[in-house]
């Protein structure tokens, strides 16, 4: 069964940066999309941007553009997400989510990686 | 930008009843590319309907979608005790934005 698993909670100081990873189960990992979503606490849901692992072409959304890096490893079947200069609203538990290439709806999520961003 | 509105905030039924829940666009969703979402507490959201109206792998028939342009809907024909939770709409059609989310909570 195909599964996304993501990386371990982490907590942050103001300024700083956090690298989540999402590792693909299965031999589909260049088939699909792979985008990151975000949650803070008891709010709703936020895309951040995709990429394709194929090729490693990303799109950003534009709130997060010049503090998001995402970046794949094909040998390793993970996608990693890289947030840099944490203010303490990017609170938030991040997940990663597949879809398919053509349209962009998520199919299957990983379950999600809390990171705090406390001084 | 697309803006999701969904309504009502919080919806209060019993299990068995049916549920309603509306998702409009600030424009229009070109190809009813719009999906709906499950999220219970402490866990993934869970896609329900993809293109407005197909229903995810595995997902029972008492969910249905239904909508174009800029009105979209989300029918639970009989309320399961399963399906209290928080369900979120999400246009593709334009980049990529979620509605705020409907509560639907035992009554």
């Known amino acids: 069964q195909v599964q996304l698993v993501q990386s371990g909670t982490e907590v942050k100081k103001p300024g700083a940066s956090v690298t989540v990873s999402c590792k693909a189960s299965?031999?589909?990992?260049?088939?699909?999309?792979m985008h990151w979503v975000r949650q803070a606490p008891g709010q709703g849901l936020e895309w951040m941007g995709m990429i394709n692992p194929s090729g490693g072409s990303t799109n950003y959304a534009q709130k997060f553009q010049g503090r998001v890096t995402m970046t794949r490893d094909t040998s390793a079947s993970t996608v990693y997400m890289e947030l840099s200069s944490l203010r303490s609203d990017d609170t938030a538990v991040y997940y990663c989510?597949?879809?398919?290439?053509?349209?962009?709806?998520?199919?299957?999520w990983g379950r999600g990686t809390l990171v705090t961003v406390s001084s | 930008e697309i803006v999701l509105t969904q309504s009502p905030g919080t919806l209060s039924l019993s299990p068995g009843e049916r549920a309603t829940l509306s998702c409009r666009a600030s424009q229009s969703v070109t190809s009813s590319y719009l999906a709906w979402y499950q999220q219970k507490p402490g866990q993934a959201p869970r896609l329900l309907i993809f293109?407005?109206?197909s229903r995810a792998t595995g997902i029972p028939d008492r969910f249905s979608g239904s909508g174009s342009g800029t009105d979209f809907a989300l029918t639970i024909s009989r309320l399961e005790p399963e399906d209290f939770a928080v369900y979120y709409c999400q246009q593709y059609a334009s980049s990529l934005t979620f509605g705020g989310g409907t509560k639907v909570q035992i009554k």
């Open positions: 989510a597949r879809g398919p290439t053509a349209y962009w709806y998520f199919d299957l």
């Open positions: 293109s407005a109206s």
């Open positions: 299965g031999n589909t990992f260049t088939r699909y999309y």
